[in-house]
């Protein structure tokens, strides 16, 4: 069964906003057991990356059209031969996060990431600016990782309105194969949803990578 695309579309508004952008263009959603491998527990930046590489991918960004999103196995790889990792990482259950993203962004699809360093969680309003003129210039999905808050995801948009700001989230911790769950399902258990700022970790840092590609005058 194919991933499902662009999850996101038909969720609701947290409210009526004044200002508003989101990702442009399709990817995939992937997700703990996707592909049939149990990644529960280590697995999420892993499937976080996998769903930027597949905006990345749709964006003609592959360089191996039949292959266009790197396992977790080719990941592993990818950074023991940049010299990253030791050679056990290749097998392991070892987490990475946005530096080892913006690896293999680079490695994959000549696409270089920037990395944001968020001290608080508190100081996230200090890079909405930034995340307005991601997603405004035509950006992909950003990666968000911390360390109190260690969960990896991935940011889709952004908005303001009377109730604050919210970022809209994609959760990769969903278990499932492929073709298991709906768009509607998830979007209702909260695996795709608008979280206001003040429900971040006040006391996490944060780490965010953004890919270094627009797409110009794609449907979000």
Known sequence: MPLLSSVHRGLPLPSPPHRLALISGPYSYYHYGCDSVDDRGWGCGYRTLQTVCSWL????????????????KEMQNSLVEMGDKRPSFTGS?????TVEAALCMDHFYAVPGKLIHIPHGRD???ELETLYAHFQGGGGPVMMGGNRDNSSKGLLGVCSSAKGHHLLVLDPHYYGKAGSVTKEELQEAGWVSWRELGTFEAGSFYNLCLPQFWRKGCPV
């Open 57 to 72: 991918a749709a964006a003609g960004r592959g360089e191996v059209p039949s292959c266009p999103v790197p396992s977790l």
């Open 93 to 97: 259950r070892d987490w990475i996060g």
């Open 124 to 126: 996230l309003e200090k």
